[in-house]
């Protein structure tokens, strides 16, 4: 395999020096790909080195987490600063459009760019996630009140880890990437504030659907289903023998559903105008 040649950028937005990296043929279509509410941009190393063959790829970290430090903000987190700062890089970039891959907390970044932007999103992609605009399920809205149940972080930490993978070398690297206690605080705050129902809404983009057949939380694969339903572009796939984080419990699966999916829906052709 040839390797990959990665560039590591930054930029500053609402005091978090974020951090981004970049791979594949400039001037291809552009696959933007956002980590879960917990990780960082390395959740998405194997499908970087596959899809960079054909595509302009971005990685990113969010503020708080990984090297995009600290969390800024004054200490919350909005969904709507994360969407500015997300489509600030793909601006700096050259991109009016580009294909958003998202997986848990990362699918309602984009969603969110979707539902705001949609001129912008070529196709969504969605890992592992609820539909913002189906109103908060009720499982969600309980445990963000719930918080961190005052138990100590390690043991929340813990929980975090054997919750998102199944494999062994997933849990490590969700146990080494996991953000700090600041930043689960500020996201559990603001989650329920992600949810806004419009049920006659409709994406109006080519929508890849998946989570993992062995996800920890159940509320994930009755939830697509009919979310999937709902959705008249949406081709939905579930992941064998993987978790949450089913892009890394198989990778092998994952990748080629999604490298179809890209071949479909977002030509080689389309170029950064």
């Not at 605009?133 to 005052?150: K, W, Y």
């Not at 100590?152 to 998102?164: G, H, N, R, Y």
């Not at 289903?225 to 699966?253: K, L, M, T």
Request: glycine share 6%.
């Amino acid at each position: 395999m040839q390797s990959l040649t990665t560039e590591h950028q930054q930029i500053k937005r609402s005091n978090t020096l974020l951090h981004y990296w970049l791979a594949g043929p400039v001037g291809h279509p552009l696959v933007v790909f956002t980590h879960g509410g917990g990780m960082d941009h390395r959740m998405f190393e194997v499908q970087q080195a596959l899809v960079a063959k054909e595509y302009r790829v971005l990685l990113w970290d969010m503020h708080g987490r990984g090297q995009s430090q600290p969390l800024g903000m004054d200490g919350t987190f909005s969904l709507q600063t994360v969407v500015d700062d997300l489509l600030t890089i793909v601006d700096n970039l050259g991109y009016q459009q580009a294909c958003f891959v998202g997986q848990s907390v990362g699918s309602y970044v984009s969603q969110e760019v979707a539902l705001l932007y949609p001129e912008r999103v070529l196709a969504l992609v969605v890992i592992g996630g609820f539909c913002l605009t189906m109103g908060i399920p009720q499982f969600l809205s309980s445990r963000t009140q719930r918080g961190m149940n005052n138990a100590p972080f390690s043991k929340f930490k813990q929980f975090m880890v054997e919750t998102v993978g199944i494999r062994p070398e997933v849990k490590a690297y969700a146990e080494a990437a996991c953000a700090p206690l600041e930043t689960w605080i500020a996201m559990r705050k603001a989650i329920p504030d992600f949810f806004h129902e419009e049920a006659d809404y409709q994406l109006p983009m080519p929508f890849l659907l998946t989570h993992g057949a062995l996800d920890a939380l159940p509320e994930i694969k009755e939830h697509a289903s009919i979310w999937a339903q709902r959705e008249s572009n949406c081709r939905y796939v579930v992941i064998p023998d993987a978790g949450h984080n089913a892009n890394q419990d198989n990778p092998e699966f994952f990748n080629q559903v999604l490298l179809s999916f890209l071949h479909q829906h977002v030509p080689l052709a389309t170029s950064l105008e």
